[in-house]
């Protein structure tokens, strides 16, 4: 390869010297130094054509023999191949130094001065093009050195090269458009993705796509939301087919359905520790395999809430909840859609559809089938975990709504990311509602600070202590307005 590179600064030596006398009397350039100009310029291109068609550029890091190299040799050749692009490159940078001299020197002559611009724009492509392969020859050279007799890290250029299961190959894989034309997005092919984490979780994810395809998939929810909570947020799609329960039935009637327990052969059971709805209802006192023992009470625990004070401190005669009509005055008539991103059965989406307010709620299955209850509640249950981005557009809800979930547990961090992707889902004007959040005393001023980061304004704000923890804890509840700002 030197043996090729080595003659073009000769070339361009040559074309120097020929246009030395030319820069001086254009006439003469003109009708004779260009024509040599052209010519060693294309003789530059055949020559990089023919290398470029003849040899890739790892055949010319890696091969054993090229002009009498030894196979010894061959990172050496790479760096003087690196060299040799710098030779060419500054011989044109300097040629084209001169030729924008000598068009300052001629501004009188029009004609010269358009060929000395094409001339200097033509070798500004050869710089370009020439500057880019430079760029790909250092990147192969980086990728051969080897600094030690370790055993090199497996590199993952695309997804599909990580995993073993098919599924997920072709799930991961680019799918280019069949026209081979951009599709009605605007891209020219579909990539779909999975999260950052299910690389580190790559054995689950793995159990999680052997299936057959068209058949029916194995009853794993517990590990697809395993995978969920640690990150591995979004999930691949599926192609088999989800199981139902065995003996499915019609869900009661809109009017029944609210606050009645829903038919239990409606869910499957098998990786819950109660089996049906009425083991769930009569927890209400049992606490610790899930976060809202008492959420399917609802004619006890459920029924009255957000809609008369349910827990009133004896001493002060205070209380964290606040209730639904009472907020919604805040902004009459304008609270008409939101998100309720709690632990919860739904009821608050259902006491908000008594006034006319649509609710979206965002839940995950702890311990019980939250979002199957919600369902046949004949509400909107929004499968979601805290890693995943809110799937709303920006500046979309009336209001959001958050209790049981974000509490004294949450990193500042991840509060702060979460707390900002709900300020984006919000309206200007729209409520942030924060429900009953408890934390430890000594942490209070550091998560209501995170708060107060977003600069709402403030609607409600109490602090009123949690009794059952010896007083060592605190509720927290606010609402706040979201402001307007300027685009």
Not at 89 to 116: T, V
Not at 392 to 399: G, I, K, Q, S
Not at 455 to 465: E, I, M, S, T
């Amino acid at each position: 390869m030197n043996c090729r590179w080595e003659m073009i600064p000769l070339v361009l030596d040559k074309i120097k010297m020929a246009n030395v006398n030319g820069l001086a009397k254009m006439g003469t350039w003109k009708s004779v130094n260009r024509t040599i100009f052209i010519l060693g310029a294309c003789a530059l291109l055949v020559s990089v054509a023919t290398l470029s068609r003849s040899f890739s550029i790892r055949s010319l890091l890696v091969t054993d023999s090229f002009c009498n190299a030894s196979p010894s040799s061959s990172s050496r050749n790479g760096g003087q191949v690196s060299a040799n692009f710098e030779v060419v490159i500054q011989k044109i940078r300097q040629e084209m130094d001169e030729l924008k001299k000598g068009m300052s020197k001629e501004e009188s002559l029009s004609s010269s001065s358009e060929i000395l611009l094409r001339h200097s724009g033509f070798l500004t492509d050869i710089l370009g093009l020439i500057e880019s392969m430079q760029e790909s020859v250092q990147d192969m050279e980086n990728m051969t050195v080897v600094h030690s007799p370790v055993k090199p890290i497996h590199q993952i250029d695309v997804p599909e090269d990580y995993f073993l299961i098919e599924e997920i190959r072709k799930y991961v894989r680019v799918k280019p458009n069949r026209l081979g034309k951009q599709n009605f997005m605007g891209a020219n092919g579909t990539f779909t993705s999975i999260g950052h984490a299910c690389f580190a979780m790559k054995e689950d994810l793995e159990e999680y796509m052997d299936y057959d395809v068209g058949e029916i998939c194995n009853d794993d929810w517990k590990l697809a939301q395993k995978l969920m909570v640690h990150g591995c947020d979004p999930l691949p799609r599926r192609r088999c087919l989800a199981r139902a329960p065995r003996l499915y039935t019609q869900p009661f009637p809109i009017s029944e359905s609210i606050w009645k327990l829903p038919d239990d052969r409606n869910v499957r059971w098998s990786g819950y520790r109660c089996k049906n709805f009425t083991c769930l209802a009569n927890n209400n006192t049992r606490k610790g395999f899930f976060k809202c023992a008492d959420c399917f009470n609802l004619s006890h625990h459920e029924m009255p809430r957000w809609i008369q004070p349910t827990e009133l401190d004896p001493e002060t005669n205070s209380t964290a909840d606040f209730l639904i009509p009472e907020v919604l005055e805040i902004k009459p008539g304008e609270i008409r859609i939101g998100l309720d991103f709690s632990v919860g059965t739904g009821t608050f989406a259902a006491r908000m559809r008594e006034f006319n307010v649509t609710i979206v709620s965002a839940t995950i299955n702890l311990g019980a089938p939250f979002n199957e209850m919600i369902a046949l509640r004949g509400l909107v249950p929004l499968y979601l975990t805290v890693n995943q981005r809110l799937p709303f557009f920006d500046n979309t809800l009336d209001l959001i709504h958050t209790t049981r979930f974000l509490d004294g547990w949450i990193d500042l961090v991840l509060l702060d990311f979460v707390l900002f992707d709900w300020d984006r889902v919000l309206r200007p004007g729209g409520l942030l509602w924060i429900d009953s959040f408890f934390c430890l005393k000594q942490d209070l001023d550091d998560y209501t600070e995170a708060f107060k980061v977003l600069r709402y304004r403030k609607r409600k704000w109490v602090v009123v202590p949690k009794r059952d923890k010896d007083d060592r804890e605190v509720f927290f509840s606010a609402v706040l307005e979201k402001p307007p700002r300027p685009f």
